[in-house]
Every structure is written in structure tokens, then in C-alpha cells.
């Protein structure tokens, strides 16, 4: 092995190959079947708890429904595009999303009110009133929402590569729940308004659950654990203790992100008014949010460089070349040559350029692969060897490779570049949507 790879493989963010099988390994595997019921058993309890407010409020639950699904759209649309290199399977995305909705908000009602009549019970029932969702909500979601990252990682072990790949699947089962939370908080809104089935109660209940408070809510906790689950899947250089403390502050670190939020701190807005209570949103929940979002990018800068140095061990330029490998390790590297090749073939060269790049992020995913299990057998019997499914990636590339250069220049195909598109309804639909929010909110508070 190069002195590259030997390198390599001790900072690599991958664990040593898995047991060859499909995406769930095998139908035997205990963890699926638990899966399989728990969802089994959540969906039907689920049913039976929306159905009674279905039956009251026909229109105002449809309503409800319809608009916090829309609203996870642009969430579900940067939590997939998150880890670049290699996207998670949409069926392990969805399931980590079925968990958070179905058996974290089956199983957290009842738990929720245990915990804060136990809190009631050993200190007062004034104290609970003030602390009690403080100390219940985070001790009973935060811990079933672990769980849920934790069946996922089990489940799929293979599909956990990185850190990165950790806070998207945590992500994904907090936004689960954050959605279905939001509902059944628009559905009491209805019937405490006492007004029938009327859409006031559902919109307010979307401006400050969804616009005001969603952008640092369940989905931001659960990253922040799942980055610790990732941790404890990959590092495989460490010892069973560090992961195991790292997935535990990971899981800490959440419970205390939601506790503050939910603690009564800052609850009257300083006093202020309307202004004070935004502004106490903001410190209560921005700097959770810059926590993650930083923690996602540094975890993500190391994951580029490490697989942009497998793929260089290669030494081959049909591969990668020296300006694909620098784009590899910077913000906006990938998007660039993305355009370069638009400019040159329009969509269809920029369609190339992408596959080329998604084939490449494939390639050094195995590669890493080989390198984890070769020194973890020693690594000298390895040397110089690429695994079946390495070689299967580098044909991938090679093929993509002469698709790209066999394009002509400039086509009359000249719709705008795809990547920008998307990025522009992303910010145009975060753009109104707060602008909206806020407006209705100063409107409902005033």
C-alpha cells in the first residue's frame, strides 16, 4: 500500500467493508423485523389519534396537513443535498422520516405526560407548570428520536459513511416528527378556539411553529445526535468508549439545544411586546442552528479532502484530474466546473459534468471501502489490488468521462443551468414564506 493510502486509512471516515447484501442486509436481521413492527404498530396508533379531530375538523386538518407537508419540502430538499458526495438511499430517508412521525409521536404523547406528572410529583406542580415540557419534551423525544437514528445505522450500516451521513439521517427522523408535532398543535389550536372548523387557528399555528420556530426546532436536535451516532459508526480507530461518549454528547448536546428551547426563559419577550418575543426566538434558537450548520460544514470540508486524497492516490487524470480534485475540497469547486461544462454544451453538458462527479464520489466511497478492511487486516496482502466493486465504480467514471468529452460545443439546448434554478426557488421560497410569516404573526399577536 502507498504511504498515501497508509495514511489515509488511519483518518479514513469510513468503517471496514460490510457483509455483502441488499440496501437492509438480510430480511433475518432482527433490527428490520423490530422496524417493521414498530412502524406497523405507530401507524395504526397514529390513525386512531388523528382520526377523532378528522371527524371535528374536516377542512382545517386537510388544510393542516396539506400545508406543514408542503412546508418539509425545501427541509427534505436541503437535508438530501447536505452530503454531496454520496446521496443517501430516498427509502432510508423516508423510513428515518416514518420514525420521527410515526413512533416517536405515538410513543412521546403518553411519555411526555408521564414524565411531567413525575416531575410534578417529586417537586411541585407550580414547578412543573414552568419546567415541566423543559425537562419532559427533551429526556422523552430526544431519546426516542436517538433511537430512531441508531435503527437506522444498524439497519443499514453501510450506508453511514461519514459523519455528515449521520446528521442526515438524524435530520431526517427529527423532521418526521417536527411535522406531525406541528399537526397535532394545529388540531388543539382549532378546538381550544372553540370557533368551529375554521383556518385561522391551523395558519397561526404554521407561522409560529413552522416559519418562526421550525428553522431551529426537532430537525436541528436530532442532527446534532446523529452526528454523534455517525461518529460512533465510522471511527472505527477509536475505541468502543470514545465512540460510545461521543455518541452521548452528541445525544446531550441535543437534550440541552432543546431544553433551552423550551424552557420559559425568555418567554415574555423581555417585556417589549411583539418584538421582544421575536427577538427571544432568535437567541433562543439561532445560535442551535449556526451549531449544527457549522458542525455539518467542518465535518463535510474533512470528509472532501479525505476522499479527494483517495482518489489522487490513484495517480490517474482520466479519473480525476488536478482541477476536479480542487473543486472537491471547496464550496462552490463542484458547481463551477458544473457551469464550465454548461457553457461549453449547454443542459446536456452540465448534466455530464454532474454524473461525471456523482460516479467519481461513488469511486472513492469504495475505495475508501477497500482501504478500511485492507488495514484492518494488516493491509500488506492488499497492495496495489482494487476490490470488484472499486473496478465497477471506475469503469462508472471512465464512461462518464468520454460521455462528457464526446459533446460538442455549444448547442442550441441553452435552458438556464439547473443547479441555479433550483437554488433560486430554495431562496425565493424561504424569502416569502418569512416575509409572509411575519406578517401574520405581527397580525395574530397584535
Request: hydrophobic share 55%; charged share 15%; proline share 5%.
Amino acid at each position: 500500500m502507498t504511504p498515501q493510502r497508509t495514511r489515509a486509512a488511519r483518518v479514513a471516515p469510513v468503517r471496514p467493508q460490510p457483509l455483502a447484501g441488499d440496501l437492509f442486509g438480510s430480511v433475518r436481521t432482527p433490527v428490520f423485523w423490530l422496524l417493521v413492527g414498530l412502524l406497523t404498530v405507530g401507524a395504526a396508533r397514529l390513525g386512531g389519534m388523528v382520526a377523532p379531530p378528522f371527524a371535528r375538523y374536516p377542512v382545517a386538518m386537510t388544510v393542516a396537513f396539506v400545508l406543514f407537508a408542503l412546508y418539509a419540502v425545501p427541509f427534505v430538499l436541503f437535508i438530501a443535498h447536505v452530503d454531496r458526495l454520496e446521496r443517501e438511499p430516498p427509502v432510508l430517508l423516508a423510513t428515518a422520516f416514518a420514525w420521527g412521525a410515526v413512533v416517536v409521536t405515538v410513543t412521546a404523547v403518553p411519555g411526555n405526560l408521564a414524565a411531567e406528572s413525575i416531575v410534578a410529583k417529586l417537586v411541585s406542580p407550580r414547578f412543573a407548570a414552568l419546567w415541566g415540557s423543559a425537562l419532559a419534551g427533551p429526556t422523552v423525544e430526544e431519546i426516542l428520536k436517538f433511537l430512531g437514528v441508531v435503527a437506522i445505522a444498524m439497519l443499514a450500516t453501510s450506508q453511514v459513511n461519514s459523519v455528515v451521513d449521520g446528521m442526515v439521517y438524524g435530520a431526517m427522523v427529527g423532521l418526521g416528527y417536527q411535522v406531525m408535532e406541528n399537526v397535532s398543535y394545529a388540531a388543539v389550536a382549532v378546538q381550544e378556539a372553540g370557533a368551529g372548523d375554521r383556518l385561522e387557528p391551523v395558519f397561526t399555528t404554521f407561522v409560529v411553529r413552522g416559519i418562526l420556530g421550525g428553522p431551529w426546532s426537532h430537525t436541528v436536535f436530532t442532527a446534532l445526535a446523529g452526528a454523534g451516532v455517525g461518529y460512533a459508526v465510522v471511527r472505527v480507530d477509536r475505541s468502543a468508549r470514545v465512540r460510545a461518549a461521543v455518541a452521548g454528547a452528541g445525544l446531550g448536546g441535543a437534550w440541552l439545544c432543546h431544553f433551552a428551547w423550551n424552557s420559559p426563559l425568555l418567554a415574555d419577550g423581555l417585556g417589549v411586546g411583539v418584538a421582544g418575543r421575536l427577538a427571544a426566538l432568535v437567541v433562543k434558537g439561532a445560535p442551535v442552528l449556526a451549531l449544527v450548520l457549522g458542525l455539518a460544514w467542518l465535518a463535510r470540508r474533512r470528509e472532501d479532502a479525505y476522499y479527494a486524497g483517495v482518489l489522487s492516490a490513484l495517480g490517474d487524470p482520466w479519473i480525476v484530474t488536478p482541477a476536479e480534485l480542487r473543486a472537491m475540497c471547496s464550496l462552490g469547486g463542484r458547481a463551477a466546473l458544473r457551469r464550465a461544462a454548461y457553457s461549453r454544451a449547454g443542459a446536456a453538458g452540465e448534466r455530464a459534468a454532474r454524473r461525471l462527479q456523482e460516479s467519481q464520489a461513488r469511486l472513492a466511497v469504495e475505495l475508501s471501502r477497500g482501504i478500511a478492511a485492507a488495514s484492518g487486516r494488516g493491509g500488506a496482502a492488499e497492495e496495489g489490488r482494487l476490490t470488484p466493486a472499486a473496478v465497477d465504480r471506475a469503469r462508472e467514471v471512465l464512461r462518464a468521462r468520454h460521455a462528457l468529452a464526446a459533446l460538442t460545443l455549444p448547442t442550441a439546448d441553452r435552458r438556464p443551468f439547473a443547479g441555479s434554478v433550483v437554488m433560486w426557488l430554495i431562496g425565493a421560497w424561504v424569502t416569502v414564506g418569512s416575509a409572509l410569516g411575519l406578517a401574520l404573526m405581527l397580525r395574530a399577536l397584535t
